[in-house]
């Protein structure tokens, strides 16, 4: 089974800090994804990579940028936490469309980490 | 810009009763799929529709996606409390790699 790890379950920072999420996968997939969760308003993007050191703005990239460095590790930085970026923030890899994974995983399928609640003070 | 609508937000029903949530595009979908949140924990694939007016099936669960692949819908059959929890829709941006999730319809079963 796929598998993506974020390092984090539970943070509390102070505004202004630096914050750095981390989310490893371990199936080789192409794409991965940084999500963020609030109450009503679903999943929303806030960067992708769709390779090794390619990144490109979601829905909402304000006060985020992201490293992707090596394949499986996918970073989110708040350069400079603020209260409004307490949130549920979930991090997601895939095979693009129109492959397949190492271990026949479902190719388009997104595969979700246990996400990081990020709470800022 | 392109938006993905999902209805009821919330749901409430006995167990046993029936439940749908509907899902609806602003434009034209390649695919649309279907994932599952239980309470505290994270979103898991359920199902993708790829053919206009697919119907597809799981158990109790009911996929449609619509003949001009706009909307799709889920229909749980004779609830139970294992199907509590957030069902989202997702489908992809027009020309890129992005998903787009739908708000979700959080589903309470009770007993």
């Known amino acids: 089974d796929v598998k993506v790890t974020q390092s984090s379950r539970y943070l509390v920072k102070r505004t202004g800090e630096k914050v750095f999420l981390e989310c490893v996968q371990d199936?080789?997939?192409?794409?991965m994804f940084w999500y963020r969760q609030d109450p009503g308003l679903g999943l929303r993007l806030i960067y992708f990579s769709y390779d090794v050191k390619m990144k490109e703005k979601g829905d909402i990239p304000e006060g985020y940028s992201v490293s992707r460095e090596k394949k499986e590790r996918f970073s989110l930085i708040l350069e400079s936490a603020s209260t409004n970026q307490t949130s549920m923030y979930l991090c997601?890899?895939?095979?693009?469309?129109?492959?397949?994974?190492?271990?026949?995983?479902?190719?388009?399928?997104?595969?979700f980490g246990a996400g990081s609640r990020l709470t800022v003070l | 810009g392109q938006q993905v609508m999902q209805i009821p937000q919330y749901q409430h029903v006995q167990e046993g009763e029936d439940f749908t949530t509907y899902c609806n595009s602003s434009t034209t979908l390649s695919n649309i799929q279907w994932y599952k949140q239980r309470p505290g924990g994270h979103p898991v694939f359920l199902i993708q529709l790829v053919k206009s007016g697919e119907v597809k099936k799981q158990k109790r669960l009911t996929f449609q996606f619509g003949e001009a692949k706009k909307n799709s819908s889920l229909h749980i059959t004779a609830t139970q409390t294992t199907d509590v929890g957030t069902y989202f829709c997702a489908g992809p941006s027009t020309g890129t790699y992005k998903y787009i999730f739908g708000t979700g319809t959080r589903l309470k079963v009770l007993a």
């Open positions: 199936m080789d997939h192409e794409n």
């Open positions: 997601a890899s895939r095979q693009p469309p129109g492959t397949s994974g190492p271990h026949g995983s479902g190719a388009n399928v997104l595969t």
